[in-house]
C-alpha cells in the first residue's frame, strides 16, 4: 500500500535527497499544496499520511508544526530528519507528538526500515541515540550504589533479612527473571491481586519506583558474589 508521503523540509537539498532516497519505495512522496485550497484539501484526507520534515531553528518553529500537523491530521505519523539529536530534543519533539527520528546520514535502506516501522505504529529513534541513552543510565546506576532505605534511593543489600520476608525474596527472584505478575501468581498458588501487594511492599521497603529497578537491586542482592 501507497503511503502519501509529505516533505515540510526547509531544506531544499535535503528534500531532493529524501525524494530520491524513497522513489521506488512505498512512500510516494507528494508536492507540498503552494495555494489554500490544495491546503484544505490536505487537511481532509484520510489520517495515512507521513510528514517528514528537519528541525527549524528556533527549535519552537518545529515544535508548533508538529502540533499543527497532528492537530490537522488525526492519524497521520510525523518524522523528524536532522544531523543529529540530543536527549533534551527528544524529549520535547516526543512530547508534542513526534513519532520518529531520522539521521540525515542514514542510509536508503535504513530510512525506509524506520518509517515503515513508524506507519506500523511503532516509534523510531536512531540507534546512536538510543545507545547514548543507555550509556547514561548504566554510568548513573555504577556511579550511584544503593543508599539506606528511604525516601533518597535503594536500600543496601546487607540490610536485605531485615527488611524482606522470606516470600518477599521468592517474589523477587520470579522479578529478576521478568516473570509476569499472573505467572508468579500460578507458580505460588496465589492471586495476581496478592502478588501485586507483595510487589508494591517489596518496591517500598527497597526504596525502588518500579519492579526493573527492583529487579537490578535483586540481582546484586541476591546472586551469590564471586
Not at 3 to 19: D, I, P
Not at 169 to 182: W, Y
Not at 210 to 221: E, G, H, L, P
Amino acid at each position: 500500500m501507497q503511503v502519501k508521503t509529505v516533505l515540510l523540509c526547509k531544506s531544499f537539498m535535503l528534500r531532493v535527497a529524501l525524494e530520491h532516497m524513497l522513489a521506488g519505495s512505498a512512500f510516494d512522496v507528494q508536492n507540498e499544496a503552494d495555494d489554500e485550497g490544495d491546503r484544505d484539501r490536505r487537511s481532509q484526507r484520510s489520517g495515512d499520511h507521513l510528514f517528514i520534515l528537519d528541525i527549524a531553528q528556533p527549535l519552537d518553529e518545529t515544535l508548533a508544526e508538529i502540533s499543527s500537523l497532528k492537530s490537522q491530521h488525526p492519524g497521520s505519523r510525523v518524522v523528524v530528519v536532522s544531523d543529529s539529536f540530543d536527549d533534551g530534543i527528544l524529549a520535547r519533539l516526543c512530547a508534542d507528538g513526534a513519532n520518529g527520528f531520522c539521521l540525515t546520514s542514514s542510509n536508503e535502506s535504513v530510512l525506509v526500515k524506520a518509517l515503515e516501522l513508524v506507519m506500523l505504529g511503532e516509534v523510531y529513534f536512531p540507534s546512536a541515540s538510543v545507545r547514548n541513552v543507555l550509556d547514561k543510565t548504566v554510568n548513573a546506576v555504577a556511579s550511584s550504589p544503593p543508599t539506606p532505605l528511604g525516601d533518597q534511593g535503594l536500600v543496601a543489600s546487607g540490610a536485605l533479612k531485615e527488611q524482606l520476608s522470606s516470600r518477599e525474596i521468592e517474589i523477587l527472584r520470579f522479578l529478576m527473571n521478568g516473570t509476569k505478575n499472573r505467572d508468579i501468581a500460578i507458580s505460588l498458588n496465589l492471586s495476581e491481586a496478592t502478588i501485586k501487594v507483595y510487589i508494591q511492599g517489596i518496591l517500598k521497603k527497597i526504596g525502588a519506583q518500579n519492579r526493573t529497578q527492583a529487579a537490578m537491586w535483586a540481582t546484586s542482592a541476591l546472586l551469590p558474589k564471586a
